[in-house]
């Protein structure tokens, strides 16, 4: 894990000057059949950050994952991702991993070699990144499910086979589109917690598109709310808990004034 | 930490006593509920058309009893034993190029737009294409034989491969795509790492579906183009030779070697293909409700 640890820096931290990680300046998207996605869109993260996104169904936010991942074009405005345009940015620092809200996950391939694969389209030696991606499979606590297939696996621990795949590729930025979205409570509530413990080993940036507020609300260092299409930022909420977190925090009355905080702002809209 | 060992979801373990939770499957039982229905309406069938030949006292030049057939087939087993292996042979080097050529052909097309504008039109051209027109081109090129017929059964058994391919790999889900965006897969990589894995529950469908063709391609052509010598008779010259001849107790005896080919070869494949596919795909693995 040491090159994950190379980059390990306290959650949460972001100092005010810092260069940010990225950055969006009025940007707009709108798609070929007229659909106005986003409407002039500002906002930056700072290394470190855990931000989320939340809004309605349908407000752009996805988007905005998808642009800043340089897998679409805008069609006003500027994205920044480390100073670079987000497609340069992908090609020359590789430095970006995607978690999607389905696992994602290649059936034909056993979980390790589902893990193995960002390494191996990056041309890591068979050996090197077997062992690598054993290595990430066991900080995730996944090492004795490494020869099963992902259909013997429930939907949690596919989300979690796709959250170790991000971990291998060894990201500074992680763009997660409602990963926990299609899952049930519990399960959702654990991976939560599972998370922050993974993203403060690693040191991730994190950007997290949900449209759960409790779950924006525990995970975030900042809650950005988005009003429905097309999608602004009418809100950025910097959420004031100490990291680690600890579950138990969920139930107390600090955190829930805030989630009412960011519900209320949310049905302003 | 205790939330670590929670969300380990392994499937829950028997405990002592479980066992008799299990349903009961007689085996016995399995076994006739899938046997049984096809062997009788295998007797049936027998049984109505040799009642129908006697009761209406056809032909036998017409119409054979099955027993006919039987006697023919026992009589002249050694020669379409021989006729068997000739045209079991083509129809193999006609699914194995069927298979090649159908494949590449999409790979290609799935790399290209222009160049799948610019090919699949001749593709389902070779569906299309009436080969008795062409049969004696192919035998006026290559001069006749073996090679002949096989072309005869690639050009009949070779759309399949292609259509299924071409959409195996072009099903890809959109987010998979997206991923070897992400980890900037080049064309190569999101083919072989990708696509192809992806179509390969499609290419098994189409093998199956152009192994009857290439049989049927085979003994066309060796209608068409058989000699009857030693270098391509097979099934398709002893279909014609019988035919001609008005003997269709032998003619039926043929058709039967041939069907009992195409069959074999299906469930041949058919059980390679679940085979290939059991770790992952739905339709190779049993679901119990």
């Known amino acids: 894990m040491s090159a994950v640890e190379d980059r390990a820096q306290p959650l949460g931290a972001a100092p005010g000057d810092v260069e940010p990680l990225v950055s969006l300046q009025s940007v707009s998207k709108a798609y070929a059949n007229g659909t106005v996605a986003l409407r002039s869109t500002s906002f930056t993260v700072a290394p470190g950050e855990f931000v989320s996104l939340v809004g309605p169904s349908g407000c752009g936010k996805s988007t905005i994952l998808r642009i800043i991942a340089g897998l679409g074009p805008i069609s006003a405005g500027e994205v920044r991702v480390d100073g670079l345009p987000p497609e340069r940015a992908r090609r020359e620092r590789g430095d970006l991993a995607f978690v999607f809200q389905d696992a994602t996950l290649l059936p034909w391939r056993t979980v390790l070699g589902n893990v193995e694969l960002p390494?191996?389209?990056?041309?890591?030696?068979?050996?090197?990144?077997?062992?690598?991606?054993?290595?990430?499979?066991?900080?995730?606590?996944?090492?004795?499910?490494?020869?099963?297939?992902?259909?013997?696996?429930?939907?949690?621990?596919?989300?979690?086979?796709?959250?170790?795949?991000?971990?291998?590729?060894?990201?500074?930025?992680?763009?997660?589109?409602?990963?926990?979205?299609?899952?049930?409570?519990?399960?959702?509530?654990?991976?939560?917690?599972?998370?922050?413990?993974?993203?403060?080993?690693?040191?991730?940036?994190?950007?997290?598109?949900?449209?759960?507020?409790?779950?924006?609300?525990?995970?975030?260092?900042?809650?950005?709310?988005?009003?429905?299409?097309?999608?602004?930022?009418?809100?950025?909420?910097?959420?004031?808990?100490?990291?680690?977190?600890?579950?138990?925090?969920?139930t107390g009355l600090e955190f829930n004034m805030i989630a009412s905080r960011v519900l209320a702002t949310l049905q302003e809209g | 930490m205790s939330l670590r060992a929670n969300s380990r979801q392994a499937p829950a373990r028997m405990q002592p006593g479980d066992e008799t939770l299990i349903p009961v499957q007689s085996r016995t039982r399995e076994m006739l509920a899938r046997w049984l229905p096809p062997i009788v309406a295998f007797v049936i069938l027998i049984g109505a058309w040799t009642g129908y030949v006697r009761a209406f006292n056809v032909s036998r030049f017409l119409l054979p009893t099955p027993a006919d057939v039987l006697t023919s087939l026992l009589d002249n087993h050694a020669e379409l034993l021989i006729a068997l292996q000739s045209t079991a042979q083509d129809a193999f080097l006609g699914l194995l190029l069927s298979i090649v050529i159908g494949v590449s052909l999409a790979i290609v097309m799935s790399q290209s737009r222009l160049l799948e504008r610019a090919i699949f039109p001749y593709a389902t051209l070779a569906q299309t294409i009436p080969i008795f027109a062409i049969a004696p081109l192919i035998d006026n090129a290559v001069g006749g034989g073996h090679t002949a017929i096989v072309l005869v059964a690639l050009i009949i058994a070779v759309f399949p491969m292609i259509a299924n391919t071409a959409l195996g790999l072009s099903s890809v889900e959109q987010n998979q795509l997206n991923l070897f965006r992400m980890y900037n897969a080049n064309r190569w990589q999101e083919l072989i790492h990708l696509r192809l894995p992806f179509a390969v529950p499609y290419i098994l469908t189409g093998i199956r579906v152009s192994s009857g063709l290439a049989i049927i391609g085979a003994i066309v052509g060796q209608v068409l183009l058989g000699n009857g010598g030693a270098d391509g008779g097979g099934l398709g010259f002893e279909i014609q030779y019988a035919a001609h001849n008005g003997d269709y107790a032998w003619l039926f005896a043929a058709a039967l070697i041939a069907a009992l080919l195409g069959i074999v070869v299906f469930i041949v494949l058919g059980a390679l293909g679940n085979l290939a596919l059991r770790n992952w795909h739905e339709s190779a693995v049993r679901q119990e409700n």
């Open chain 1, 119 to 250: 390494l191996q389209l990056r041309g890591v030696p068979a050996s090197q990144r077997r062992a690598q991606a054993l290595e990430t499979l066991e900080t995730v606590g996944l090492a004795e499910f490494a020869r099963e297939y992902p259909r013997q696996l429930s939907g949690g621990m596919k989300m979690r086979v796709s959250i170790a795949r991000a971990l291998a590729a060894k990201p500074s930025l992680l763009l997660m589109d409602e990963p926990f979205g299609a899952l049930d409570e519990m399960t959702r509530g654990r991976l939560n917690v599972e998370l922050l413990r993974i993203v403060a080993l690693a040191g991730w940036t994190v950007l997290f598109v949900t449209h759960n507020v409790f779950e924006a609300v525990f995970l975030s260092s900042r809650v950005l709310v988005m009003s429905p299409r097309p999608g602004r930022i009418v809100a950025d909420m910097p959420i004031d808990l100490p990291y680690p977190r600890d579950p138990a925090i969920r």
